[in-house]
C-alpha cells in the first residue's frame, strides 16, 4: 500500500497520523517507509527524537520527484507511507501520483471542509493519468462528546467523489507526548483511546486498499 497524507491546510495533525498509521503497520509486522516530503522536516524530527531501535524506515524526500522514485524506494517494503507537504504545489502533484491512496486529514471545522476543495481538485486531476486512484477523509482531531465530527463528516458528503471514512481520531495530549519522545502512540500509552483509534483507522485504510487490488 502507498499512502499519501495531503491536506493545504496547516495544523490538522497530518504527520501524526503518518507516524503513527506507519507505526502501527510495523507493529504488525510489515515493513514499512515513511517519506518525509514536507520541507519542514517534522517526521524527520520525531526520528531524531528517538531513542529506541527505529519502528521503520524515514528519509526525507520534499521534491517534485516521489512519482518517478516510488518504485525504487518501495521495492524492500510493504507499505510505503507519504507526509506530504502543507501546500498545493508540484511537490504535491507528485505526491499523489506516487500514491495508491490519497488521505486528507480534516479537523471538525468549516475552513477544514472549504480547504479540502484544492487538494480534491488535485486528486481529480490526477485521476486523469491513474484512474485508480482513490482518496478518503479521515476526521482528525476531533474534540470528545461533540457532534462536530458528524457535523462535519456531512458537509464533507459534498465532495462526491471522495467518502468520508467511518473511523475519527480525537484531541489527545498523547499524541504531542509521544511525538516529543519519536515514539507511536501504542508505544507510549499501550491499550489508552489514542492507540485504539488509530488501530481502527489502519483496518479501515487497509479495506480502502483492499478494494484497489
Not at 33 to 36: A, R
Not at 43 to 46: I, P
Not at 170 to 178: K, L, M, N, P, T
Given at each position: 500500500m502507498r499512502l499519501a497524507f495531503l491536506n493545504q491546510k496547516g495544523g490538522v495533525g497530518k504527520t501524526t497520523l503518518a507516524v503513527n498509521c506507519a507505526g502501527e503497520l510495523a507493529r504488525r509486522g510489515a515493513r514499512v517507509?515513511?517519506?518525509?516530503a514536507d520541507p519542514q522536516g517534522s517526521?524527520?524530527?520525531?526520528a531524531a527524537a528517538r531513542t529506541a531501535d527505529p519502528l521503520f524506515a524515514v528519509v526525507g524526500l520534499p521534491r517534485p520527484t516521489i512519482h518517478k522514485e516510488i518504485d525504487g524506494l518501495?521495492?524492500?517494503?510493504?507499505?510505503?507511507?507519504?507526509?506530504g507537504p502543507p501546500r498545493v504545489t508540484d511537490l504535491a502533484r507528485s505526491a499523489i501520483m506516487a500514491a495508491d491512496l490519497v488521505v486528507i486529514p480534516v479537523q471538525p471545522s468549516p475552513y477544514d471542509v472549504w480547504s479540502a476543495a484544492e487538494v480534491i481538485s488535485l486528486?481529480?486531476?490526477a485521476r486523469i493519468?491513474?484512474?485508480k486512484l482513490k482518496s478518503v477523509f479521515a476526521i482528525n482531531r476531533k474534540i470528545v462528546g461533540t457532534a462536530i465530527g458528524r457535523d462535519v463528516a456531512d458537509a464533507l458528503a459534498a465532495y462526491e467523489t471522495t467518502p468520508v471514512l467511518v473511523s475519527a481520531v480525537?484531541?489527545?495530549?498523547?499524541?504531542?507526548?509521544?511525538a516529543a519522545t519519536g515514539r507511536a502512540v501504542w508505544e507510549a500509552h499501550p491499550g489508552g483511546p489514542a492507540e485504539a483509534e488509530i488501530a481502527v483507522l489502519v483496518n479501515e485504510l487497509l479495506q480502502v486498499q483492499e478494494m484497489l487490488s
Open positions: 517507509l515513511l517519506i518525509d517526521a524527520l524530527d520525531w518501495a521495492r524492500d517494503y510493504d507499505h510505503v507511507v507519504i507526509d486528486v481529480d486531476d493519468i491513474k484512474e480525537a484531541q489527545r495530549v498523547i499524541f504531542a507526548e509521544s
